[in-house]
């Protein structure tokens, strides 16, 4: 059963940064992507960011490319989001999601880390 716990949210004014935390178990990942969505109030989840997990290929949304950046530790079975030069309109529900890389359908999610970026 796959796993994903994230952690790392919280309150942090504009300009600021933070580290959202992605920790899955359950099974091998090397052949998933990780991906980390965001859900605002009022408004669709949206896509920021994946890795895939074995050769490290990146995808970012314009939104927050040059200021957000994706790594992983193979070691800790750990995906980490930074956050830099944030805004308040990046305020949402960060979730961490894992999908088979053969299929563009992410099928596993975690509870959410809620991040607010104040003005």
């Known amino acids: 059963q796959v796993q994903l716990v994230e952690s790392g949210g919280g309150l942090v004014q504009a300009g600021g940064s933070l580290r959202l935390s992605c920790t899955a178990s359950g099974r091998a990942f090397s052949d998933y992507a990780i991906g980390w969505f965001r859900q605002a109030p009022g408004k669709e989840r949206e896509f920021v960011v994946a890795?895939?997990?074995?050769?490290?290929?990146?995808e970012y949304a314009d939104s927050v490319k040059g200021r957000f950046a994706i790594s992983r530790d193979n070691a800790k079975n750990t995906v980490y989001l930074q956050m830099n030069s944030l805004k308040p309109e990046d305020t949402a529900v960060y979730y961490c999601?894992?999908?088979?890389?053969?299929?563009?359908?992410?099928?596993?999610w975690g509870q959410g880390t809620q991040v607010t970026v104040s003005s």
């Open positions: 999601a894992a999908r088979l890389i053969r299929i563009r359908r992410y099928d596993y």
């Open positions: 890795v895939a997990w074995g050769d490290g290929n990146t």
